[in-house]
Structure formats: C-alpha cells, structure tokens
C-alpha cells in the first residue's frame, strides 16, 4: 500500500483547490513546483478501480468445489448482478448429516417433522441408491418410523428392481398393500418366504398375479397362519390369479384366512370349481360375484410414503444398467431433447394374465356384508327363555319336542355367529 501511495506513476488525482482570504483558487502542482507544500494526502483506497475479486479454490478435487459452494445461496438481481447470501445454521447441519446418514445409530425418539426433511435431503442426493450405505440409511428410518416411511409398496412388473434392491424392499415395515404382480417369483423366491414374517403382519392387501405359483408356495405362504396362528393373520385382499399351477388343494390351505373379504383365483388350475365355490362360502363365507370388483383395480395399490420416490431411484438405475444406448435417428433423439416429442414407452403387460383373463370365466370371491345380529340374538334368547319355562311345565309330557326345539335354537345361534367370533374361539 506505501508503494502504491509513494509511487510516481501514480494516476492524476485530479485538479487540487486552495482557499485563500476567503477566495478558493486552483493550483497547479506541476508548473508551480511546490508539489512537496501544497500536496495534500490522497484519500485512502485499498483497491484501485477496475479492481475484481475471484474466489479461489482447489480447482482439482470437485467434491471441495463443491463444499465451498454449497454453504451459499446464489441468486441474480434484476439488474443480473450475481447476489450471494449464507445458508441457515439448520440448513447446513441438515446436509451434513444427510450425506452422512448411513453413520447415523438411532433414530427412534426423534421427531418426525425433522426425520422427514431429513429424509428428504438425503433422497435428494440420492444416499439410498449407494450400495451397502443405502440399506443401513435405510433400516434407520424404517425402525423408528415404519408406514410414514412407506406405508404401500407396489412392484408390479418390477422384477429387476426386487432382484437387485431385495433387502432394502425386506427392510420395509407395517406395509398395508403390497403389489407383487407379474414379477414371476416362484415357489421359492425369499421375498415369497419374507410375506411371512412379523414384519408384514399389517399387510391386508397382497397382489400376487401371475408369479408362477403352485400348490407348494401357497402352502409355504399359509403355514405360519395355520400353524402359529401369526404372519398374514389381517390380510383382506387376496389376487392369486393367472397362477396355473395352483389347484383344488391349494385353495384348501386359504382357508385360514378367516378375515379374506375378496379372492381372485381367476385363471388357475381348478378342476371341480363348483366344488370350490361351495368350500368358499361354507368356510370363509366368500360368494362369487358375476360383476368384476374393483377391488382388485391395480390403481388402488399405489407407492405412498416418504420413500415413494425412492422405489422410482431405483427403477431408473437398475434399467440404466440393462437398458442399450438408443440407436435413434439424430433428428429424432434433438426432438426427445428439445421436448417438441413427447418419449412415450409401452407399458410391460402380462401376456399369460391377459390370455387367462380372456379365455377363462373370472373366478372372484367376496365376503357379502353381514346383517346385525343383535336384534336376532336377543329374539332367538327370549324364544329360547320362554321355550325353557314351558319346558319345566311339559318336562315329562313332550321330551322330544324340547330336543328338536333346543337343536333348532343352537342352529341359530351358530348362525348368527360372525367370523371375528370364531377366531376369538379358536385363540382360547
């Protein structure tokens, strides 16, 4: 600065004025020779004009670059100067511990208005696609949250996606809807053994079309219900249809499904279906209806939750990596570019559902809304309280009478029995 203020090159500052007996006169330090005298101090400047600032960083690690930036808020003003301002004290502690979710212990206790931007900050940088990082993030939210996080899960056609992100579809809690359909699971498929565990005792709606089923699998499905009475104990919805390979037996095991309201066993390898249909209603009390339900409309089973973008991350990478490189024409691919054509791709069908479904009679079941029992129950005792007095009286005149009279009378109490009774009963 002393050499820039001593230097002789210095620029002209300008005309210099002196007041003299009250008159203000303009001297000129050059040709008067008194520039030692008269020079007055320039005023200070620490920059000289046409002076920029450039903001200097290790140019070579990008992730720093990146550090730098991101604490900053870059806008333009309207006159299109670049205006900068400093983040939140909470926005930059949300990003750090966002890029470092997978480092996190617990997050059961904390409030869930939070958790949620945190989760979305980490979707955002897409933490949940990293193999091995992505799963552990993920399990956290999914212990302390459960059905905020994901709460309907639909993979319909999805196959590569449960190939590839298998445990991080597991690590899903307290689902109520799962579509499975179309993905050609198999008997013996793990996430077919994983339907069984605790963790998806809240699912009441299961889509399981054309999944290369038998026998075997629906047995495998059913037998923690059967068995231990645990496991798909609320399921309400059932689609097993377009599975060939189950048959008459297999629709025996879904008998323990004692709360099922619907069934589609459409498409399947049922040889006696009046058989079936008999079954159906004495054990379960599902009746066949003539009509379509749309209960089993594949728009009712949608992807809800926080992490519903998530399963869309993860569709996009797994197709990334299979999908070849676009052979199109230049003019074609500018269009997709620009956006003057729109890129439209078929949706995947089921071709062995859609030939089942066409060629074969629809075979869908539901539960017909029971009547109030209650008005019938308090008739049927009083019938029976007064069949009871005059019993007393005709003890020893009309003994068989009495008999056919209390037969009847439990007959109808057993009819008016709902199903809910029958599995308090059977908990005993």
């Not at 333009?76 to 004290?89: F, I, Q, V």
């Not at 904390?110 to 799963?135: H, N």
């Not at 290369?212 to 923690?224: E, F, I, Q, Y």
């Not at 998530?310 to 990334?320: A, P």
Request: proline residues 4%.
């Amino acid at each position: 600065m002393s050499y820039y203020l001593n230097s002789e090159n210095h620029l002209d500052p300008g005309p210099i004025y002196v007041r003299e007996n009250g008159q203000l006169h303009m001297v000129n330090l050059a040709l008067d020779g008194v520039r030692s005298s008269l020079q007055k101090p320039r005023p200070f400047r620490l920059f000289p004009k046409g002076f920029s600032v450039e903001l200097c960083m290790n140019r070579e690690d990008d992730t720093a670059q990146k550090e730098k930036t991101d604490h900053f808020i870059f806008t333009y003003t309207r006159e299109g100067n670049l205006r900068y301002s400093a983040k939140s004290l909470f926005s930059l502690v949300l990003g750090f511990i966002s890029d470092n979710v997978d480092h996190i212990d617990s997050l059961i206790g904390f409030p869930e208005q939070i958790a949620e931007k945190l989760f979305s900050a980490a979707e955002a940088r897409q933490k949940f696609t990293e193999p091995g990082a992505g799963l552990r993030a993920l399990q956290k939210f999914t212990e302390a949250y459960g059905s905020l996080v994901l709460c309907s899960l639909c993979l319909r056609n999805r196959y590569l996606v449960i190939s590839e992100k298998l445990e991080e579809i597991k690590s899903f809690r307290e689902l109520t809807c799962l579509d499975l359909s179309c993905c050609k699971l198999g008997d013996e498929h793990e996430l077919l053994e994983h339907l069984t565990n605790e963790a998806l005792s809240s699912v009441t709606q299961l889509h399981l079309k054309d999944n290369c089923l038998s026998d075997a699998g629906v047995r495998k499905m059913t037998a923690p219900v059967r068995v231990m009475k645990r496991g798909l104990e609320n399921l309400t919805l059932l689609d097993l249809s377009c599975n060939p390979e189950i048959t008459d037996a297999g629709i025996g095991y879904l008998f323990s499904f004692r709360k099922l309201n619907c069934l589609d066993i459409s498409g399947t390898g049922l040889k006696d279906i009046k058989a079936v249909k008999h079954k159906l209603q004495t054990h379960i009390g599902l009746v066949h209806s003539k009509v379509p339900l749309k209960e089993f409309d594949h728009s009712n089973c949608k992807t809800e939750g926080w992490a519903d973008q998530i399963v869309l991350q993860w569709e996009r990478v797994t197709s990334e990596a299979v999908k070849p490189q676009e052979s199109g024409e230049p003019r074609t691919a500018a269009q997709h570019f620009y956006g003057k054509r729109a890129r439209t791709e078929a949706p995947v069908k089921c071709p062995l559902a859609d030939t089942h479904v066409n060629s074969s009679e629809k075979l869908q079941f539901y539960k017909e809304k029971a009547p109030d029992c209650h008005g019938p129950l308090l008739k049927c005792e009083v019938v029976s309280s007064q069949e009871s007095k005059k019993s007393k009286k005709r003890a020893f005149e009309e003994p068989e009478k009495e008999q056919s009279n209390a037969s009847q009378s439990s007959k109808q109490k057993y009819v008016c029995l709902a199903v809910e009774d029958w599995d308090l009963l059977n908990s005993y």
